[in-house]
């Protein structure tokens, strides 16, 4: 027989909520009237899952997080039917905070198999995509695309209605202004591009013509001296048949904020990815 749900004596279950199968709640903590948990998730001490909360199955949610809390915007008016999205297997550490949306029909959404660490910060109307790392303290501000795969150091700092591409990595400190193309690793205050994610997309199943291939869009876009209107034009014309530059070039097209600058080439010597490739 399926295992019932566990609710710890000192939680709170308010009428209404939906607990699936095998479901562990610990102690204090509240799970409100419009939340569902799908089957075998693990909800920590003191959390607090509010309002309108969808979670997938076996997710992990650390004790002290909060999920679902009202966001720090003018904007929202209470009563509005938004809420919170996360995707199976996503894992929430503790003291995490995510905010709901603002917007009807844009709830803030998680994807699956991600990771967010400790006192890490998702704001509301925010959409991170799937396999998702989010380092401890990291602050995603409102209305931030975070794509597939990529990963978000600590400490950063994210400005509202940036995009972060597939397969990025934006290092622990940054602060970002503008959008990092998929693929691109950025550092720095303000971030700027330093060098393609090789290992992270080795990691994700990237075979090595397509390793090579951005490489090239990279050392076009970042090392050529064009603008990027300009250098995408370029990188279609000597490479758009390739998906994974196609890609890095629409996204670049559609980009409202711009993409963040290239540092000067002798700063990033040490960053080459070519070298990277070579050592890992």
């Known amino acids: 027989m399926p295992e019932p749900a566990r609710i710890h004596p000192t939680a709170i279950v308010e009428p209404g909520a939906e607990l699936a199968t095998g479901v562990v709640v610990g102690p204090y903590s509240l799970i409100g009237s419009s939340v569902t948990i799908g089957p075998g998730s693990e909800i920590g001490a003191h959390v607090v899952l509010e309002g309108r ?12 997080a909060l999920i679902g809390g009202v966001p720090q915007d003018f904007k929202f008016r209470e009563g509005l039917p938004v809420g919170v999205d996360v995707g199976d297997d996503t894992v929430i ?97 303000p971030a700027t591009a330093r060098a393609v994610n090789v290992i992270g997309m080795r ?29 995408v034009a370029r990188l279609r014309a000597e490479l758009g048949g390739h998906p994974l530059v196609a890609r890095l070039a629409d996204f670049i097209e559609d980009s409202k904020r711009g993409i963040v600058p290239g540092q000067e080439e002798a700063d990033s010597t040490s960053h080459d990815a070519e070298s990277e490739e070579r050592v890992w």
């Not at 989010?134 to 209605?161: K, M």
């Not at 990237?206 to 250098?231: C, H, K, M, N, W």
């Open 203 to 231: 990691r994700g199943g990237v075979d090595g013509e397509g390793r090579r291939q951005v490489r090239a869009a990279f050392r076009i876009l970042y090392r050529s001296g064009l603008a990027p209107a300009t250098a």
């Open 53 to 64: 909360v969808s979670l997938g199955a076996r997710c992990r949610i650390g004790h002290g």
């Open 93 to 189: 550490r503790e003291y995490v905070t995510v905010h709901r949306a603002t917007h009807e029909g844009r709830d803030t959404r998680i994807g699956s198999r991600c990771l967010v660490m400790v006192s890490s910060h998702v704001a509301h109307d925010c959409v991170v995509g799937d396999e998702v790392i989010i380092i401890n303290y990291a602050g995603l501000s409102g209305h931030v695309t975070v794509e597939d795969r990529a990963t978000i150091g600590g400490l950063t700092g994210i400005h509202p209605f940036t995009r972060i591409g597939t397969y990025a990595y934006v290092g622990g400190c940054a602060k970002v202004t503008q959008d990092v193309p998929p693929f691109v690793m950025a550092d720095g205050v």
